[in-house]
Each structure stands twice: as C-alpha cells, then as structure tokens.
C-alpha cells in the first residue's frame, strides 16, 4: 500500500482458517497496532472474515494519552485517508468476493476514520462498527448500516457529539443502531494504559458485532472448538 511521497504503509494481515471469506477492515485507535489489536484480528478471523488492519501511527505505540496526543498530531491526516483508500482496494482483492464491499469496524479515533470511510467510498463499504468513535462530516453519501457502541461515561466523545451524530445519521434516512453500555466509560472494549476494560461490556458488544457483521455478509463458518 503506497502513501504519498512513495512511502509504503505497513499492516497486519489475517486470514480466516477456510483461506477466505467477507473482508473487514479493522481501524484501531490511538494507541496503535497493539498486540491486543492483533488479538482482535484474529478473532474476527476465527469468525470467518479475511482482516486487515492498517497501522495508522505508522509503528507508534503511546504508553500515555499525553503520549497519543502528541504521536496522533505529528501523522499527516492526509496520508492517513491515502492509506485508508488503498486499505479498502488490497482487502477488497483478499476477499472471496474482490467486486463486492466490506466492512469497517473501527475504535475511538478508528470509528471516526471508519465513518469518513465508508462516507467517502460508498461502494467499498457496506457496513461500519464505531466504538466510542464521532464524525462531524456530511454523510449525505454514506449507504452502509452503521451499528455504533457508545459508553455511558465518557470523556473524550461528549454526549453532544454523538447525539449530532445520531441525528444527523437518522434525519438522512440511514440505517443506524445506536447502543449504550451501562457502567462503561471510553475505551470499555480495549486493553489499553487507561485501565478501563470492561470484559463484560466488551463480550456483549462483541457478540453484537459479530451478528451485525454476519447480518451484512455471512461469514463462513467458524472453524470448531479445538478439542481441550
């Protein structure tokens, strides 16, 4: 994947066990390709979709917000849409249907860059996962369902901001589920330095997922339970 300038992007590629399958596109937030990121892509492997995850921060790994602040501010958010763009075109080719779309399930800062995705390819994207994420765009174009995961708590995303969103999604006609964790604030479904995982909050929105992900595009089916 090229980036402006000749710079090639870098990224983490799985595959489901049947060798193929519906294709996601999985946008981590600012911490970085994490190895719990990578964790993530191989579970919605073992579901039966081909991922790939883009390294937003180009190989950057924060250990604080302040950290990630900083990190976030010094990537240019132009390269970061090119990457995205010739993110969509390689997984697309991976897929077991190269003229069909995919998905995008995206993180806080990946939700958002999730949602200018699938607004500004809409025949790349059929459906989008926002955790704990908010755009502030035109979503005119957006054809995708959208299932949003929002914390009760939270001090990066205000309430404000993701009942515009909200609004904006439904006074456009578009197909949108909105779901509220109780007792959660941001970052509830990823193992991050804030040390505000909630596993249970995380199960139950990622059982959701992964039924509104198969709802778009059934997935193959997962490989069985390894005998213990």
């Keep these: 994947?090229?980036?402006?300038?000749?710079?090639?992007?870098?990224?983490?590629?799985?595959?489901?066990?049947?060798?193929?399958?519906?294709?996601?596109?999985?946008?981590?937030?600012?911490?970085?390709?994490?190895?719990?990121?990578?964790?993530?892509?191989?579970?919605?492997?073992?579901?039966?979709?081909?991922?790939?995850?883009?390294?937003?921060?180009?190989?950057?790994?924060?250990?604080t917000s302040a950290e990630a602040e900083v990190e976030l501010a010094s990537v240019d958010p132009n390269s970061t849409a090119a990457?995205?763009?010739?993110?969509?075109?390689?997984?697309?080719?991976?897929?077991?249907?190269?003229?069909?779309?995919v998905a995008v399930l995206g993180y806080s800062m990946g939700a958002s860059w999730a949602l200018w995705l699938a607004t500004r390819q809409p025949d790349s994207v059929s459906s989008v996962v926002a955790y704990?994420?908010?755009?502030?765009?035109?979503?005119d174009e957006l054809a995708a369902t959208v299932l949003i995961h929002l914390a009760e708590r939270d001090d990066l995303v205000s309430d404000h901001e993701t009942a515009y969103l909200e609004a904006q999604l439904r006074?456009?006609?578009?197909?949108?589920?909105?779901?509220r964790h109780p007792g959660t604030a941001h970052w509830f479904a990823e193992r991050t330095p804030a040390d505000t995982h909630d596993p249970a909050a995380d199960d139950a929105a990622w059982e959701q997922t992964v039924a509104f992900l198969r709802r778009d595009r059934p997935a193959r089916p997962a490989r069985p339970a390894r005998p213990d």
């Design 1 to 63: 994947m090229d980036r402006p300038g000749g710079q090639a992007g870098k990224a983490y590629f799985v595959r489901p066990e049947s060798g193929t399958g519906p294709g996601v596109l999985l946008l981590h937030s600012w911490w970085g390709l994490t190895d719990s990121v990578k964790e993530t892509a191989h579970r919605l492997a073992d579901a039966g979709f081909v991922v790939l995850v883009p390294d937003l921060l180009e190989g950057r790994l924060p250990e």
């Design 171 to 179: 006074l456009l006609d578009k197909d949108v589920e909105v779901i």
């Design 132 to 139: 704990y994420g908010s755009q502030d765009i035109d979503f």
């Design 83 to 101: 990457l995205l763009l010739s993110s969509v075109v390689t997984l697309r080719s991976q897929t077991d249907r190269p003229d069909g779309p």
